[in-house]
């Protein structure tokens, strides 16, 4: 018999720490299948060859994923020395091969180069589309079309490790970077190419890899051990001011009407009633906050 499963309201974030070889929307149904959550939503993909810090949304806290998808990451990448891909990662063919012959010093004036804002050319194996088409489909048929360059901000490159023909640093980052695409331009500037062997988001914004947990960790746990995991639909939201309404003004603000704004306050603000967050305001006409997304939890 064909257990049928019941779908229910979860509403809350969950630090995942995504594994190798998944895709960032199969690690997410994985664990809304573990929660029985009838909705959830990721901040941003992780490509399947990348591990690391995938924050994931169930519920009303899915109003509030696309508010990380411009923040700042940081990563740490494992750059094979000397082998030049295609595609600027470990899945690609081999396009060139050189001796490596990099000594530190040389290594630490290149890495700082590329601090600041730079420009990047958006690889072909990439989900920028083209007339509709992802430009990885293009790439799979050996298509290659010309791509503007972006500009990017790079705020710091450490070197962890260097041995041999392996370099693995840490680099923190704006939107939009395309680490491969850091790599094989370390790569060239070194005189020997590289390619991404290996990558591992630690940091999205104000969240830390060391609060997440695996999928096989959350397999483990009953039903209330995981439910502890969830952090609150607020989560994702705290470094955004803070109103504190009640009463009518509540009341106002819940059915979708401006309330009153608070002097020296800009920009998107959390609105709590009796200590729960009841949406999201921005102040507009007539100096008042504005409703930008209500929340509506389950009690």
Known sequence: ??????????????????????????????????FSAAKGGHTGTLDPLATGLLPLCFGEA??????????????????????????????????????????????????????????????????????????YELARKGIEVEREPRTVTIYAIDSLDFAGDSLTIRVACSKGTYIRVLA??????????????????TVVGDIQLGNSIT??????????????????VDAL??????????????????HGNPVSLPAGLTGKIRVYAEGRLIGVGEPGHGDLLWPKRLVQLAD
């Open 62 to 135: 899915t109003k509030f994923s696309a508010d990380l998808l411009g923040a700042d990451k940081t990563y740490e990448a494992v750059l094979k020395l000397g082998v030049t891909t295609d595609s600027g990662d470990a899945e690609g063919q081999v396009t060139a091969t050189a001796v490596v012959d990099v000594r530190k010093e040389q290594l630490s004036e290149v890495l700082a180069q590329f601090v600041g804002d730079i420009q990047q050319i958006p690889p072909m194996h990439s989900a920028l589309k083209r007339n509709g088409r992802p430009l």
């Open 1 to 34: 018999m064909q257990f049928k499963r019941t779908w229910k309201q979860v509403d809350g974030v969950l630090l995942l720490d995504k594994p190798l070889g998944m895709t960032s929307n199969d690690a997410l149904q994985k664990a809304r299948r573990l």
């Open 237 to 254: 939201l705290q470094s955004l001011p803070v109103v504190l309404v009640e009463g009518a003004e509540a009341e106002r603000f819940s």
């Open 184 to 201: 094989a331009d370390i790569g060239n500037a070194l005189g020997c190419g590289a390619h991404l062997a290996g990558l591992r988001r």
């Open 215 to 232: 999928l096989a960790e959350l397999e483990s746990l009953d039903e209330a051990a995981r439910m502890e995991r969830l952090l609150p």
